[in-house]
């Protein structure tokens, strides 16, 4: 199975970037591909603007879904974006892992996905391909996230409220939207405050998810 991981955390030594390694490893061991977009590693570029098109369709105005649908026909998006793209066609899978900042993924994260999952490429609302007919159909989403608080602040009656019905429009309304199927989201609470003994259980609990949903046929 080819796998795309895209991973945000700006600390090498983070138990997120520990985690992202002990996981990439465990994948290929099982005989999956795996391919990397360290988006800070990368200094990956978050902003969407005229700079991700090397020719425009339009100079007199800047419309970013005019721009995306030509550059998805023409090939004319700056060589970052086509790089990502060409990881997207890649992977039968992909990653997202990230910790939660302000109850939302972290501004690079959220860079990458409005840069390559562009009109023309991702979606197309012009001919309804959009959900079932998205045009990243057959490819499925895995959220992996951690918060800094307790999982009492994340859910019902909590002080931030359900994290999981915030997740549920980020999946349907991203992945599902460009045609994706979607993976239940795997969540670490309290990432920062975890003791040795907890730490290693939370990798087993992941490890065991992956080795179950990608296993490589």
């Given amino acids: 199975m080819n796998i795309l991981y895209i991973f945000a955390h700006p ?10 390694e002990i996981a990439v490893k465990e994948l290929e061991e099982k005989g999956n591909k795996v391919r990397h977009s360290d988006l ?16 425009r369709k339009k100079t007199d105005s800047f419309n970013p879904f005019i721009e995306q649908i030509a550059a998805s026909k023409e090939g004319t998006f700056s060589d970052d974006i086509m790089a990502e793209m060409e990881k997207v066609k890649w992977a039968d899978v992909l990653i997202f892992q990230f910790p939660i900042y302000f109850t939302a993924m972290p501004a690079i994260m959220k860079g990458w996905l409005d840069r390559v999952f562009a009109a023309g490429f991702a979606f197309s609302p012009i001919k309804d391909r959009v959900y079932e007919n998205g045009l990243l159909k057959g490819k499925k989403a895995l959220m992996v996230i951690s918060t800094g608080a307790e999982e009492e602040l994340y859910s019902i009656g909590g002080k931030h ?13 991203t992945f599902e939207y460009v045609g994706m199927e979607v993976i239940d989201n795997h969540m670490i609470f309290g990432a920062g405050k975890m003791s040795a003994e907890k730490v290693d259980e939370e990798l087993n609990k992941y490890l065991e998810k992956l080795n179950l949903l990608f296993q490589d046929s």
């Fill in 40 to 55: 800070y590693t990368m200094d990956f570029k978050p902003v969407l603007d005229k700079n991700d098109f090397v020719q």
């Fill in 161 to 173: 409220g359900d994290i999981r019905e915030l997740l549920r429009y980020i999946n349907h309304c």
């Fill in 11 to 20: 600390e090498p030594k983070s138990f997120n970037s520990y985690m992202k």
